[in-house]
C-alpha cells in the first residue's frame, strides 16, 4: 500500500513558476514508477510527465521543455519543477504510483493522491 499527498500548488501569474511535491508512505517507493497527471475544468485526466524507478523519464509534449519531473528516493518524495506556465496549464494535478514501466498509461496506476490545483493568470 502506497500513500500519495500531493503539494505545492497555488495561484501564479502567467510566465512563473511552482515546484509541485508528492510525499510518498511506504519503504518501497524507489521500486515504483511515478508520473504527474492533471485534469482541467472539463477536460479528462492527462499525463504530464513521469519518472521510472531507474530515474528515466517522459513528458508529454505540451510541458517538454518547462517542466522537470524528479524523485528523492532517501525522502520517498517526487517533484514537478514548473517553469513558463502558462494559462492552460491551470489544472488539478495529481501524483500516482505504479509498478510499470509504461508512465504514460493512467490505467497502469494503482495508487493515487487526493490532486493539488494550479491556476495560472494571464
Known amino acids: 500500500q502506497v500513500q500519495l499527498v500531493e503539494s505545492g500548488g497555488g495561484l501564479v501569474q502567467a510566465g512563473g513558476s511552482l515546484r509541485l511535491s508528492c510525499a510518498a508512505s511506504?519503504?518501497?517507493?524507489?521500486?515504483?514508477?511515478m508520473g504527474w497527471f492533471r485534469q482541467a475544468p472539463g477536460k479528462e485526466r492527462e499525463f504530464v510527465a513521469g519518472?521510472?524507478?531507474?530515474?528515466?523519464?517522459d513528458y508529454a509534449d505540451s510541458v517538454k521543455g518547462r517542466f522537470t519531473i524528479s524523485r528523492d528516493n532517501a525522502k520517498t518524495t517526487m517533484y514537478l519543477q514548473m517553469n513558463s506556465l502558462k494559462p492552460e496549464d491551470t489544472a488539478v494535478y495529481y501524483c500516482a504510483a505504479t509498478g510499470s514501466y509504461y508512465v504514460r498509461n493512467q490505467s497502469n496506476y494503482a495508487y493515487w493522491g487526493q490532486g493539488t490545483r494550479v491556476t495560472v493568470s494571464s
Open positions: 511506504g519503504r518501497t517507493f524507489s521500486s515504483y514508477s
Open positions: 519518472i521510472r524507478s531507474g530515474s528515466s523519464t
